[in-house]
């Protein structure tokens, strides 16, 4: 039987060119290069189009705050560890505390608009963009439109994107682990 194939994260050496300097680039930026991020790496295609895709997600719609509500409820849905950990740490640093990082991943927070924006994520993640009804209207009652809509799904789609990276390397988390 063949021993099943790891995929480690790559050093800097490991990657071609264009990675390299992105992972320059983040370097300067965060003071360090993920471990998801250096894995998706591997492709330097992958990671540029998804940094600007991610990057660009859901701006002009929502605050970093509504962001990142969102980027949890369904990285929670999804069962991503990493992204647990991550977006709650980046979370925290907009001025959410522990336990409100856990009410955003469960979709219990009382604030309407994150309570709205977190239960439509594990919704759309759960139902692959089926949701319910009355949480499609309670998105619009929240005051947002069809352009919020589309943005929504944006930032939907980029954390799936290193929800699903994470599903299939299990590279080792390098930050601070959630636990509940």
């Known amino acids: 039987m063949k021993d099943v194939t790891k995929i480690t994260v ?15 680039q983040m370097e ?3 003071g360090m290069v993920p471990n998801l991020y250096a894995t998706i790496g591997y492709s330097s ?17 929502f605050t970093n705050k509504e962001i990142e509500a969102i980027k949890l409820a369904v990285s929670q849905a ?14 925290k640093s907009h001025g959410f505390s522990d336990e409100e990082t856990v009410q955003l991943r469960n ?13 439509m994520a594990k919704q759309v993640a759960e139902k692959a963009g ?17 352009k919020a809509m589309m943005d929504f799904l944006a930032v939907v789609t980029a954390i799936t994107f290193t929800n699903y990276a994470y599903a299939l ?6 930050f601070p682990l959630v636990t509940n």
Do not use: M, W
């Not at 050496?13 to 992105?22: A, G, H, L």
């Not at 295609?45 to 719609?61: D, I, M, P, V, Y």
């Not at 999804?78 to 979370?91: E, L, R």
């Open 10 to 24: 790559p050093s800097r050496t490991d990657v071609n060119e264009k990675s390299q300097q992105i992972f320059d």
């Open 28 to 30: 300067s930026q965060l």
């Open 45 to 61: 295609n992958a990671l540029e189009n998804f940094l600007s895709f991610s990057g660009n997600a859901g701006k002009g719609s």
């Open 78 to 91: 999804n069962g991503c560890v990493y992204c647990q950990s991550a977006h709650s740490a980046i979370a």
């Open 107 to 119: 979709a219990t927070i009382a604030d309407p608009k994150l309570k709205v924006l977190t239960t």
């Open 130 to 146: 089926y949701i319910d009804a009355d949480v499609r209207e309670a998105f619009f009652d929240q005051d947002y439109d069809a």
């Open 169 to 174: 390397t299990k590279v080792d988390v390098d």
